[in-house]
């Protein structure tokens, strides 16, 4: 019987230990992607800005709302399948971004200022 305890608990605590991984991986996509608007400056179209509850509070529930819908008329502008050459000119322009970021914040630090 002990046996049989000892391993659900252990049982129990790996699908634990393997929800709550599942979760951080999940969070940090979440957090980088938000990363990757801001990025792409639809924050400052949104009047987004750093600390706005985009959940809770009324006005932010509105930029998050303009937010979506920029979005959604983007996604619903891509065709289904997309365009190969199209998704290729997207990823090109996105590695241009952030190598000139890269390139940025290295000479950001060399020059010894923070780069924000």
């Not at 709550?20 to 400052?44: E, V």
């Not at 959940?55 to 959604?72: E, P, R, V, W, Y």
Request: net charge positive; glycine share 6%; with cysteine.
């Amino acid at each position: 019987m002990n046996r049989l305890l000892s391993a659900k608990s252990r049982i129990h605590t790996t699908m634990k230990r393997q929800t709550l991984s599942d979760r951080a991986a999940r969070t940090r996509t979440f957090i980088q992607a938000g990363g990757l608007l801001n990025l792409s400056g639809l924050f400052d179209i949104c009047q987004i800005e750093q600390g706005d509850d985009l959940q809770f509070d009324t006005d932010s529930q509105d930029k998050a709302a303009t937010l979506l819908g920029i979005l959604l008329d983007a996604v619903d502008k891509i065709p289904d399948p997309p365009d190969a050459g199209q998704m290729e000119n997207w990823r090109a322009s996105g590695t241009r971004l952030l190598k000139q970021r890269a390139a940025q914040k290295a000479y950001q630090k060399m020059k010894g200022r923070p780069y924000s």
